[in-house]
């Protein structure tokens, strides 16, 4: 009887080591299988922000080099036609002389791409194993060999770099003694216009203009290919056109969105001390933006620092994580601070004349940029603390051109 219990006991204790080894065995193996699938799904997100990230630089480079190709046919139609009619530079208005220029300029700054995604994806070859597609990896490094050799053709080649060096501009100068506000500026006007006329005669600056229909057939052929090729791109690493929007989005939307009551109160918004703005928001949904900017000022009967204060109303309202703000432009209002300002002896009416003057111009220029930008509508998102916000939109600028605007601004507390 002991012997068969004996033997029960043993049998007992055998399974439970059994047991307990193959529980200990499949625990095991559940822990690595769970391990490798968590490893695996970092990879694979690791390999689509990868691709993604790759993929948006080029979108981005074609962007810029579409902009380039409508700048270039904008510069070529009108200056072409100044090198047929060169008695129409007198007759050109301001902008048109400026976008001409413009045209014709050689920037003091080399012409550059972004490199930082460059650098990120040949900064480890881990990077490369990750993406599983050596296709997709051939194309990147084509790509970016490519917009480094149309860089370097960008800034050495006669046929793609601007003729005029800006220092030859820079030498344009006007000898300002005994000149009105009006003189000057009509002075300096027709130097600039007789300055394009000159340059308009020079060979290098004609062989720069005959190469234009050259370098806009260029940059088709290279924006076609590149376009290709990403797209090629998106169907290697199976990037969905929504993966990518959704990529961007989580780039540019960064924050906490705006509820009603963080809006509330007084921000302000300074980039130097010369110049600040400040914004106050209110419960009716009306808010006031009151703008000071302070410039050195040189002129034939006066000196110093002039003040500009501005001052516009409007309404607002939150709409998702949209800002909404509908200016009253009848509300605005500048003043011209003139405490820092030393007229010289004998020069009083000529400095007076000329305040009146200015304040007209510069109240007519707000004026012009408030109502291009009469509704704005920005992506306002706050930081963690909730007193620093960030506004993202479009205005138009002085020029009339829609452009990219970001604004900081911190809450006065």
Request: glycine content about 4%.
């Amino acid at each position: 009887m002991s012997n068969d219990t004996d033997k029960k006991k043993r049998h007992e204790w055998w399974m439970q080591f059994v047991i307990s080894v193959l529980g200990t065995a499949i625990g095991v193996g559940l822990t690595f299988a769970v391990s490798n699938r968590i490893d695996n799904n970092k990879k694979e997100q690791a390999q689509m922000l990868t691709a993604m990230m790759v993929i948006h630089d080029i979108d981005e480079t074609i962007d810029k080099l579409k902009e380039m190709k409508e700048t270039s046919e904008t510069g070529y139609n009108i200056t072409s036609y100044l090198v047929e009619h060169p008695e129409k530079v007198d007759s050109i208005s301001f902008d048109t002389l400026n976008m001409v220029l413009g045209f014709l300029i050689l920037s003091e700054e080399s012409f550059r791409f972004d490199i930082s995604k460059e650098k990120i994806f040949h900064s480890s070859p881990d990077t490369w194993q990750n993406l599983g597609s050596m296709k997709f990896i051939d194309n990147v490094q084509a790509f970016y060999f490519e917009r480094q050799t149309y860089q370097e053709l960008r800034n050495r080649s006669d046929m793609w770099r601007e003729p005029i060096p800006m220092r030859d501009f820079e030498k344009i100068s006007v000898n300002d003694n005994n000149m009105n506000v009006e003189e000057f500026v009509n002075t300096y006007y027709s130097l600039m216009r007789a300055f394009l006329k000159e340059k308009l005669d020079d060979s290098q600056v004609q062989y720069y203009i005959s190469c234009s229909a050259w370098r806009v057939a260029q940059l088709v052929t290279i924006i076609d290919r590149w376009s290709t090729m990403n797209n090629e791109n998106k169907f290697l690493m199976s990037i969905t056109d929504e993966d990518l929007e959704n990529y961007v989005n989580s780039i540019k939307q960064n924050g906490i969105p705006v509820k009603d009551k963080d809006l509330i109160g007084s921000w302000v918004s300074s980039s130097t001390d010369e110049i600040s703005s400040k914004w106050e928001y209110r419960k009716d949904h009306t808010y006031t933006l009151v703008n000071s900017q302070t410039s050195p000022v040189k002129l034939p009967f006066a000196r110093g620092k002039l003040k500009i204060d501005l001052e516009i109303s409007g309404t607002w309202t939150l709409a998702g994580d949209s800002l909404i703000q509908n200016l009253d432009i009848q509300s605005f209002a500048l003043h011209l601070n003139l405490n820092d300002m030393i007229v010289l002896p004998g020069r009083q009416q000529m400095f007076d004349e000329w305040v009146t003057q200015y304040e007209v111009e510069i109240s007519e220029l707000y004026k012009n940029v408030f109502e291009q930008n009469e509704r704005e509508v920005m992506q306002a998102r706050l930081d963690a603390s909730h007193n620093k916000m960030e506004l993202k939109g479009e205005a138009i600028n002085a020029m009339g051109l829609k452009e990219p605007s970001t604004t900081y601004l911190k809450r006065v507390l």
